[in-house]
């Protein structure tokens, strides 16, 4: 029998979730080689970071890391309700929008949310468990992108 969407992702997240910060650093390792231009977004104390390895071992990039692996974890946690963090998610839009992160930017973190799911799952990553983290996460963005406005 086949799991359904919101038990697909609980039961993929559960296993990310076992390590976040290493599947985290997956995910944005991978985001930085799908669009480089991102990197210099990333300063901490008016320093920037000269390579995405720099960036990827750095203690304040590490703690993005935890917190981009917590709000996927609220959205895992409130996908039947996902109303509940609509507002938070705009304010999410907004501190993006404020440091230069691009709302079509989201399109290639998708793709390395996926990419990260796929390498952490392996052969579990099935076409249902990759169609239903697609739409949370379409969800999710569509909440995150009121906080740009009219872009």
């Known amino acids: 029998m086949e799991l359904s969407e919101p038990e697909l992702i609980r039961q993929s997240w559960r296993v990310v979730n076992s390590s976040p910060l290493e599947h985290g650093t997956v995910l944005f390792s ?3 080689t799908l669009e480089p231009s991102l990197l210099p977004l990333f300063q901490y104390n008016g320093r920037q970071f000269s390579s995405p390895e720099d960036c990827l ?11 981009v ?53 392996g052969p579990d990553f099935t076409p ?18 009121r906080g740009w406005g009219g872009e």
């Open 69 to 121: 692996m917590l709000v996927i974890d609220a959205a895992v946690t409130n996908m039947e309700d996902l109303s509940s963090l609509e507002e938070y998610l705009a304010g999410l839009g907004r501190k993006h929008r404020v440091v230069g992160v691009r709302l079509s930017s989201f399109s290639t973190v998708g793709e390395s949310l996926l990419y990260m799911l796929e390498k952490c799952l």
């Open 30 to 32: 991978r985001l930085f």
């Open 57 to 67: 071992s750095s203690p304040e990039f590490l703690d993005h890391i935890r917190k």
């Open 128 to 145: 249902a468990t990759k169609a239903a983290w697609s739409q949370l996460y379409g969800a999710v963005v569509q909440a995150m992108s």
